[in-house]
């Protein structure tokens, strides 16, 4: 079985400063680990995947993510916040067989 | 590419009548999907098929609910009757191999659905 757990549900940040989304997930075996972009009223955009290569994984629009097997981690980050960068994020797992595991979101707020 | 295409961006419908949800994936992608997303349940997937045909649809409410892929480019949600608590948004969305692979999901913007 997978799981993913998204550890805040919103998360606040001023406009310049670090962006920090965390995601702690369950897998069996070497998963394949995304981060998704929803900005409202639109689909979900893939910003990074992992697939088992280098465990730092550089994304769209500044986002990167570190995968920690360690830690069972695969937090979200960005040096500096934009206002565009306001959305909800979606960490997600997937693994042989099985279909796309999705945590529940962490929206974004930042404030000017 | 135009991406996922979905139609119609909003449905607004009264309780008991048929909805009929639209998506054109991505050419050349095997695999599509629907979701629906709600405030309580998060993004549930619905139903999937590889290569037109429906590989699991387990997650599909009740038999209210069905989908069909009749070709390569093209897939229908339909309910059947709709309900007020089908109110959510609905999204496709496809792949160009399978996602425990790695290959990422390309959505479309949605149906948001509405049934008074």
């Not at chain 2, 949800?21 to 309580?40: A, E, N, V």
């Not at chain 2, 038999?63 to 229908?76: E, H």
């Amino acid at each position: 079985a997978q799981s993913v757990t998204q550890l805040d549900s919103h998360v606040s940040v001023s406009e310049g400063t670090p962006v920090l989304l965390r995601c702690n997930y369950s897998s069996s075996y070497s998963p394949s680990l995304f981060w998704y972009v929803q900005h409202p009223n639109k689909g979900l955009q893939l910003l990074l995947k992992y697939t088992s290569a280098a465990t730092l994984v550089k994304g769209i629009n500044g986002f990167e993510a570190e995968f920690k097997k360690s830690e069972t981690s695969f937090h979200l980050t960005k040096p500096s916040a934009h206002m565009s960068d306001a959305a909800e994020y979606f960490c997600v797992v997937s693994r042989g067989y099985s279909t796309l595991t999705f945590g529940k979101g962490t929206m974004l707020l930042v404030s000017p | 590419d135009a991406g996922v295409i979905q139609s119609p961006r909003h449905e607004v419908t009264e309780m008991g009548q048929e909805v009929t949800l639209r998506c054109k994936p991505i050419s050349g992608h095997d695999y599509l999907f629907w979701y629906r997303q709600t405030m309580m349940r998060g993004l549930e997937l619905l139903i999937y098929f590889n290569n037109n045909v429906p590989i699991d649809d387990s997650g599909m409410p009740e038999d209210r609910f069905s989908a069909k892929m009749p070709n390569a480019s093209f897939s229908t949600l339909k309910i059947q009757p709709s309900e007020p608590r089908d109110s959510a948004v609905y999204f496709c969305a496809s792949s160009s191999g399978w996602t425990g692979d790695g290959s990422p999901l390309h959505f479309g913007n949605g149906t948001r659905l509405t049934v008074t």
